[in-house]
């Protein structure tokens, strides 16, 4: 007999496609199974959907759900927002049931549910309503195609999965745009031998990129570290970083430095860049063996004891007044 669920995770499942393509050519979001994009005629194919607005703008425009496997698809159809992973800063969208604040309560798909024959797609006609206090700046999202059926697991660990794919909708709102950056929290971690010249010594250099601007940023990552007297340990532009942050997000990123300095004392300082946008940050280090921290360690209890000792006979042999 089958036990009882251990867990229910539903998780909304992107596509590469959704995730990872860039702006170029039309390509639809897709999974496999399904797929999601902009109507588009032969002479004018749209990869997603670019749309830029003034406040209190109406747009309407059709979506394409393709089917393409052997039995009809039954889909789930709402707008989300979009928002940066934590985890790689990789484009995302809220799921269903949460929150939505900019396109995904702006969006409505004329149909909240659609059944695509097999090796088939269905045109959806959805809307946008731009608010009359909308803030200008860039509000990205998706149209989402959810299969709402959960597969399940056999075994007596069942995990229940919902798939989904989206087409992005990039929506500007006119208005004063504001690029702007910011770089937080770095912290240096070093992984040092504990005898100076037995092994390799290594840094763990960690970091938050934050959106704080009205518009999706590109961003570059430099990174510098300078030792004792200025000297330059390490300089390279960071490779990993999210090619589009969104307004408003942000993202924990981290970057090894393998060869760090075993005895060392300097700083280490991240320049991010995009668009008219620059910011610094900076945190000093210590590098230090553990060898000759322990010996430094009791060589300076040893030279307190030393010197308490002998203040206390100095006090001793001192006459007292009469």
């Known amino acids: 007999m089958r036990k009882p669920y251990a867990l229910l995770l539903t998780a909304l499942l992107l596509p590469l496609a959704l995730l990872l393509w860039p702006a170029g050519p039309s390509y639809a979001a897709d999974n496999g199974s399904w797929s999601v994009f902009p109507v588009s005629s032969e002479i004018s194919q749209r990869p997603y959907f670019y749309v830029t607005a003034d406040p209190g703008t109406t747009i309407k425009d059709k979506i394409v759900v393709a089917n393409k496997t052997g039995k009809p698809l039954t889909f789930r159809l709402y707008a989300a927002d979009a928002y940066n992973t934590a985890r790689d800063g990789g484009f995302a969208v809220r799921t269903v049931k949460e929150k939505q604040r900019g396109v995904g309560a702006w969006a409505k798909p004329a149909k909240s549910r659609v059944t695509v024959p097999p090796r088939r797609t269905v045109t959806v006609p959805f809307t946008l309503r731009v608010p009359e206090r909308a803030e200008p700046g860039d509000h990205p999202g998706a149209l989402v195609a959810l299969d ?147 010996v430094l360690g009791v060589g300076l209890v040893v030279a307190v004891v030393v010197f308490r000792v002998r203040r206390r006979r100095a006090s001793g042999l001192t006459p007292s007044g009469g």
């Open 148 to 294: 709402e059926r959960i597969d399940t697991d056999d075994g007596s660990l069942a995990v229940g999965v919902q798939r989904a794919v989206g087409a992005r909708v990039y929506l500007r709102v006119n208005g004063p745009t504001v690029p702007a950056l910011a770089v937080e929290k770095v912290r240096v971690q070093h992984s040092q031998p504990l005898v100076p010249g037995m092994g390799d010594s290594t840094a763990r250099i960690s970091y938050t990129l934050h959106n704080t601007g009205n518009v999706t940023l590109n961003p570059r990552v430099e990174l510098k570290a300078q030792g004792l007297f200025g000297r330059t340990l390490l300089s390279r532009d960071l490779k990993g970083i999210p090619s589009e942050l969104l307004p408003g997000q942000s993202v924990r990123l981290t970057e090894p430095w393998r060869g760090a300095p075993q005895l060392d004392w300097g700083d280490v300082t991240l320049t991010a860049s995009a668009e008219d946008a620059r910011e610094s940050a900076s945190v000093s280090f210590f590098a230090l063996p553990w060898l000759v921290a322990a």
